[in-house]
């Protein structure tokens, strides 16, 4: 069992319609819950982080984390094409080395 | 500032032959990192580099992998033998060691072995 699952299945969604993506987790040690946002053919940049059970907000971004359920989610809303992207979840133990799901790709159609 | 580069970007490969990655990691942070991105297996811890420290190498898939840190800065990965599995976009990230939440992630280079 992979640490961090993730449905990597595709996802599209007309222009203004909220995302929503989420990940499990297996180890209850994971201290740190991170969002990345990845371009193709670029590298995966940060959207977000937290380290507690509860939602977090950046703007139209929010991630949620249950840690009971070792549950975490982000929900995009109104999305735009700009969005586009895949999205990946993380986790950490704090020992700075990260355990990735596979990844959703995202289109938000316009 | 300037960002992590890697290169090459693309390197293409016979099987059985050494390949060497780079990484410049953005000046100043101390932690290096190594992943592996793959259709199907998303992205994989390899190494990582903290200051003098001795790097943590659970993650590297054999022993045809191998990695130098010089001078606390730049970052080599070399795979030895290159096979097919092999092929895949090989990501450095270099962080300042505050937290696992910043690390920045270069471009990667794409590696196809033929």
């Known amino acids: 069992q992979k640490e961090v699952e993730q449905d990597p299945g595709p996802l599209s969604v007309p222009e203004g319609a909220i995302v929503s993506l989420n990940c499990t987790y297996s180890?209850?040690?994971?201290?740190?819950f991170m969002w990345y946002r990845q371009y193709s053919r670029k590298g995966p940049e940060l959207l977000m982080y937290?380290?507690?059970?509860g939602n977090k907000e950046d703007g139209r971004f929010t991630a949620q984390v249950d840690k009971s359920s070792k549950y975490i989610s982000l929900f995009i809303r109104d999305s735009q094409p700009s969005d586009s992207a895949t999205y990946l979840c993380?986790?950490?133990?704090?020992?700075?080395?990260?355990?990735f799901g596979k990844g959703n790709q995202v289109v938000v159609i316009p | 500032g300037a960002g992590v580069s890697q290169s090459p970007s693309n390197k293409v490969t016979e099987k059985g032959k050494d390949v060497e990655l780079r990484c410049d990691p953005i000046?100043?942070?101390?932690?290096l990192y190594w992943y592996r991105q793959s259709l199907g297996q998303g992205l994989e811890f390899l190494i990582y580099?903290?200051?003098?420290?001795?790097?943590?190498k659970s993650g590297l898939p054999s022993d045809r992998f191998s990695a130098e840190r010089t001078g606390g800065s730049v970052s080599t990965l070399t795979i030895q033998r290159t096979q097919q599995e092999d092929s895949a976009v090989y990501l450095c990230?270099?962080?300042?060691?505050?937290?696992?939440?910043?690390?920045?992630f270069g471009p990667g280079t794409r590696l196809t072995v033929t």
């Open positions: 990230a270099s962080s300042s060691g505050q937290g696992p939440y910043e690390q920045y």
């Open positions: 180890n209850s040690a994971f201290q740190y």
């Open positions: 937290t380290y507690s059970s």
């Open positions: 993380a986790n950490s133990y704090g020992n700075n080395r990260l355990a």
């Open positions: 000046s100043g942070h101390t932690a």
């Open positions: 580099f903290q200051g003098n420290s001795a790097p943590d």
